[in-house]
Structure formats: C-alpha cells, structure tokens
C-alpha cells in the first residue's frame, strides 16, 4: 500500500507542482512514514540512545541539544516512538514552513524532496533535526534584516546540538559577498587547496586537538576512492541545473524591470548578478534575493570538497540543502515563461537527476535497511 501511494502522490506532486491538496497529501504520509516508523538502518541505535541519553549524565563529548531533548520527552514519559512521531512534524513543518514562503509549488518541491533525500532523513535523525533547523534559518539570511546574521548564527549553534556538522553552514555567511565571479574563484581554489593539504596528514591530529570526540575524529581518519568522482559529477550536475535555472530567471527579472520603467541600462545587463532591488513585486512574483542565494549556497558548497576526501558521509552537508534548490527548480518550471518544449525538457533532467541519486545513494546500496524498511516498517499503515 505505501509503495502505491508514494508512487501516486509523488508522481501527482510533479505534475500539479502548486496543488494545495496534494501538498497536503505528501506532508501527511512523509509523517506517517516518519513518525511511525519502526525499523530502518539506525533504529535499533536511537532507540538505545534514546533511552541512554535519557536516564545517563550528559555527555559532553555528544551533542547536547539531542540528549537533553531525549531527557525532556523522557520526563514526559514518552516512548521512542512517540518522540519521533513529534520531533518528524516539528522537522517537516520547519521545512516546509520555508518552502511556503518563497514558493506557491509546495507540492512539487515535496515530491522531489520525497524521492530525494527525504528516506536518508527518515533513518538519520539527528542529521534531519539539524538540517530542518537550518532550512528554516536560512530565510534570515535570504530577507537581510535588521539582525538577520545574529538569528542565522544562534540557530546554526542551536542546529549543532544536534549534529556537529552544522557548524559548516556558518559558512553561507559568505553568500554576503556581492561579487559572485570572485566568490566561485576563491571557493574552487581554497577547494583545492584544502583538498591538497587534506592528504599531508595533518587534519586528523588537528581534529584531534579541537575536540575529544571520538566519533568525529573517525570521520577524519577515513580516505575517499572512487567514490570521490561520483561526488564531483553529483555537484556538476546540480551547478549545471542551478546555473541553468538562474540564469533564465535573471534575465526574466531584467526584462519585467525594463518593462517596469526600472533604470536597466545596457551596461547593466552586462552584469554576471542581478541585485533584488531590479525586481518588480507587482509583475514579478519570484524572490530574487531567494534565487540570487541560492545560487550563491552552491558556490560555497564548493567548499566541502575537502572534507569528501575523507568520507562520503560528508555529502549530507550538501544534500540537506537539495530543499533550497528543488524550490528555484521550481521557480524555472512554473514561474517563468519560457518555450514549452525547453522547460519540459528541463522538468525531464530534474526528475531524472533526483531519481538517479535515489538509486545510488539508498536504493541500490541499502535497498532493506533505508528504502524498503522506510516504506514497509510502519506501525500505523503496515506495508
């Protein structure tokens, strides 16, 4: 039964991107499949540090915003499952809180977050705590307003409680920067450069000296193979389809501002960024200070590329963020009036990229553990 209406409701949510009803749908089951889960890759372990985390002394070495929730439920007397069924509609409504705000394609973007990587979240609970944090906080940093930085900075802090690894979006700091042709040149050489001095030895006793944990220190003592070119093609493909989508809206929202009476003199047009204040409300309905970060994020995301020379685990950095790109996919597919035949075809990539990262990322590596056990493992709708 999951396996049809997954398929129905995912296949729906491409189709009609802004029904509200189907959106509404897709929420709903995301949820359920969620909350109610009762086995998968990493439950046994949650559910053991669940109850560990919530009876023993905090350990410092761990992350302390996750212990302390599992102590509160605790005191409530809440079982594991309980806690997930809460902390899954606190996560989901963050994002899709976010979603809400920038775009009316609700549904299609919780399609393609459905097929990817929406069952990773499912088995890795902390990290989707983290990223529903973050998701939310980047519209401090998108809106800049009066004290937007400080919001943005607290939630990250906050959303490393729960997985050290947010620490890294600190970084998106740099999406400030204006001159977007130096900003990707620094970012691929500091990129590479990183990458270099990754493989002298000397991050692991680094790592070592700035924390005692044990866990995050194994994540710096792995080497990358071949898995590295796999990572490397997953980035130029999602830099291909964001530039792609980008660029078409950028030139739409030059166009609506000439029309407008906007100042858009010819040597304007020459520039590689279009600032937000080009934009019309009243005949343009697509947040350009949201497109013009979204663009931006991925060129910082560059950045991770030295630590995927240590291990893949690394990619979730990157792919907690697919939200934000599924949103200006979005922008391009419904929003912006281009010839039929090219949007669609666009429309066709974009499925066909989410589908295949799906398969290589969980559905072929653990098709029992993650795919399978998120569909079938359920409490409340069985398989």
């Not at 372990?45 to 919530?54: C, L, R």
């Not at 509160?72 to 989901?92: H, T």
């Not at 858009?264 to 934009?279: G, I, N, T």
Request: hydrophobic share 50%; net charge positive.
């Amino acid at each position: 039964m999951s396996y049809l209406l997954s398929g129905i409701l995912v296949s729906v949510g491409i189709i009609k991107k802004n029904s509200k009803s189907v959106a509404m749908f897709l929420l709903t089951l995301m949820w359920v499949l969620y909350g109610w889960n009762t086995g998968n890759a990493d439950y046994m372990n949650y559910n053991v540090s669940y109850y560990q985390s919530a009876v023993c002394a905090i350990n410092y070495s761990q992350e302390v915003g996750f212990q302390l929730l599992c102590k509160l439920f605790y005191n409530f007397n809440l079982e594991y499952n309980q806690f997930l069924i809460i902390i899954s509609i606190i996560g989901l409504a963050l994002i899709t809180s976010t979603i809400k705000k920038y775009t009316k394609n609700i549904a299609f973007v919780l399609a393609m977050y459905f097929m990817f990587p929406f069952m990773l979240d499912v088995v890795q609970v902390r990290n989707f705590m983290a990223m529903a944090i973050i998701v939310f906080a980047l519209r401090f940093l998108i809106e800049k307003k009066k004290w937007g930085k400080a919001k943005y900075i607290i939630l990250v802090v906050i959303a490393s409680t729960f997985h050290y690894t947010a620490f890294f979006y600190l970084l998106f700091l740099l999406t400030e920067v204006r001159n977007v042709k130096k900003m990707t040149h620094y970012s691929i050489i500091i990129a590479t450069v990183g990458a270099l001095i990754s493989y002298t030895g000397i991050i692991p006793p680094l790592v070592a000296e700035i924390t005692s944990s044990a866990k995050v220190y194994m994540w710096f003592t792995n080497r990358m193979g071949l898995g590295m070119f796999i990572i490397l093609l997953v980035h130029a493909s999602t830099l291909f389809l964001v530039h792609y989508a980008y660029e078409k809206i950028k030139n739409l929202s030059v166009k609506y501002s000439c029309e407008n009476g906007v100042n858009c003199a010819k040597k304007d047009l020459s520039k590689s960024f279009v600032e937000p204040k080009f934009v019309t409300p009243k005949s343009f309905d697509i947040n350009m200070n949201f497109v013009n970060f979204a663009y931006k994020m991925n060129i910082v995301c560059l950045l991770m590329f030295p630590l995927y020379t240590f291990n893949m685990e690394f990619f979730r950095l990157y792919r907690n963020m697919f939200v934000i790109n599924y949103i200006l996919f979005s922008f391009f597919l419904v929003n912006v009036k281009y010839d039929k035949k090219e949007k669609s075809l666009y429309g066709f990539f974009v499925v066909v990229y989410v589908i295949v990262m799906a398969a290589y990322f969980f559905i072929i590596p653990n098709y029992d553990n993650v795919f399978s056990a998120v569909l079938h493992n359920n409490s409340l709708i069985g398989k």
